[in-house]
């Protein structure tokens, strides 16, 4: 089992959004493999909504690390996107990523994986981050496992919390558990973008064709 942590702090190891992250990792089971990406370590330009990757899935025509990043995601069991929140919202590094995996939407390129959300704050509210990362994660056909937030410092209780998220992501991925609630959020979210993709068959062909090889149309 390989669960991979995508943190989007500019501080990276000395952050305390990886801090609080590590708490998760700390109550992992011994079995799986952990693999961690600092975004900013990595070049990650603007989506141009070109519509290439639809047209020709997976396909971009800027050359960066997406391609790696990408491929990183789809190798793995379980993500664990962690943010500090910026302005009520995940870092740019971070959203410029998600904004680049347009056809992971699409196309629900996700589907049986599972995700977890890591937030920390100065002091204000860090709700809307869990809440933006989770419905990202079902869009894309993952279950949300769960989150963990924190303002600064970093108290007891959310470590706490981090280690519980941790056994559950762990028990998540080895009995591959499914949750009834996100599978059906998850099937009517297909149902929305079956249409889309119907609509835009002429346009979006190869993206048409995947969901017929899925079985979806």
Same mark, same amino acid.
């Given at each position: 089992?390989?669960?991979?942590?995508?943190?989007?702090?500019?501080?990276?190891?000395k952050?305390?959004?990886?801090?609080?992250a @590590?708490?998760?990792f700390?109550?992992? +089971?011994?079995?799986? @493999?952990?693999?961690v990406?600092?975004l900013?370590?990595?070049?990650?330009?603007f989506?141009?909504?070109?519509?290439?990757?639809?047209?020709?899935?997976?396909?971009?025509?800027i050359k960066?690390?997406?391609?790696?990043l990408? #491929?990183?995601?789809?190798?793995?069991?379980?993500?664990?996107?962690?943010?500090?929140?910026y302005?009520?919202?995940?870092t +740019?590094?971070?959203?410029?990523?998600?904004?680049?995996?347009?056809?992971?939407?699409?196309?629900?390129?996700?589907?049986?994986k599972?995700?977890?959300?890591?937030?920390?704050?100065?002091?204000?509210?860090?709700?809307?981050?869990?809440e933006?990362?989770?419905d990202?994660?079902l869009t894309?056909? $993952?279950?949300?496992v769960?989150g963990?937030?924190? $303002?600064?410092?970093l108290?007891?209780?959310?470590?706490?919390?981090a280690?519980?998220?941790?056994?559950?992501l762990t028990?998540a991925?080895?009995?591959?558990?499914l949750?009834?609630?996100? #599978?059906?959020?998850?099937n009517?979210?297909?149902?929305y973008?079956?249409?889309?993709?119907?609509?835009?068959?002429?346009?979006? #062909?190869?993206?048409?064709?995947?969901? @017929?090889d899925?079985?979806?149309?």
């Amino acid at each position: 089992m390989n669960i991979l942590l995508i943190s989007s702090s500019p501080h990276k190891e000395k952050s305390n959004t990886f801090l609080l992250a @590590k708490e998760l990792f700390n109550k992992l +089971g011994t079995t799986i @493999k952990t693999e961690v990406i600092h975004l900013c370590d990595y070049r990650i330009e603007f989506c141009r909504h070109c519509e290439a990757c639809h047209k020709k899935v997976g396909s971009c025509p800027i050359k960066d690390d997406v391609s790696f990043l990408k #491929q990183k995601m789809l190798e793995a069991d379980a993500i664990i996107f962690a943010s500090p929140v910026y302005i009520h919202h995940i870092t +740019g590094y971070l959203k410029m990523l998600l904004d680049r995996l347009s056809h992971f939407i699409h196309c629900q390129r996700l589907l049986g994986k599972y995700v977890v959300a890591v937030a920390t704050s100065g002091g204000g509210p860090q709700d809307m981050v869990l809440e933006y990362i989770k419905d990202y994660a079902l869009t894309c056909g $993952a279950q949300y496992v769960g989150g963990v937030s924190s $303002a600064m410092p970093l108290t007891e209780e959310s470590k706490k919390k981090a280690n519980n998220l941790g056994l559950d992501l762990t028990e998540a991925v080895t009995k591959k558990k499914l949750f009834p609630v996100e #599978q059906a959020t998850i099937n009517m979210r297909r149902d929305y973008f079956r249409r889309v993709i119907v609509a835009r068959r002429e346009d979006w #062909q190869e993206e048409y064709q995947y969901w @017929k090889d899925k079985g979806w149309l």
